[in-house]
Nanobody, 128 residues
């Protein structure tokens, strides 16, 4: 059974950092692109970052709102992906989800409707 489990969320002050983890099981991890999405109260789910699977050499994509602050990585030996978040601000407060899919084309895309498998999410709150 395919499963994605997020961890690492919590409360952090503005300007702080967090690292989220996404542990995968039940599928051939390295074949799949992995993405991070977030949803704040009253807002639509938005794509944050994604990293390609096999055949695309770890190609990454970040939304403009996090570019230069967030980094996505993966360790295929541990079936785990990470989202390193720096310089956090209150606008980053949301539930963060990891997701997986096999793209039709090399790379990955930050459109939620393309992604097939989702975790349950982890809360990130940025507040002083």
């Amino acid at each position: 059974q395919l499963q994605l489990v997020e961890s690492g969320g919590g409360l952090v002050q503005p300007g702080g950092s967090l690292r989220l983890s996404c542990a995968a099981s039940g599928f051939t991890f390295y074949h799949f692109a992995i993405g991070w999405f977030r949803q704040a109260p009253g807002k639509e789910r938005e794509g944050v970052s994604c990293i390609s699977g096999s055949g695309s050499d770890g190609w990454t994509l970040h939304s403009n709102s996090v570019k230069g602050r967030f980094t996505i990585s993966r360790d295929n030996t541990k079936n785990t992906a990470y989202l390193h978040m720096n310089s956090l601000n209150v606008e980053d407060t949301a539930v963060y989800y990891c997701a997986a899919y096999i793209p039709q084309y090399p790379g990955c895309a930050l459109k939620p409707q393309l992604w097939d498998y989702w975790g349950q999410g982890t809360q990130v709150t940025v507040s002083s």
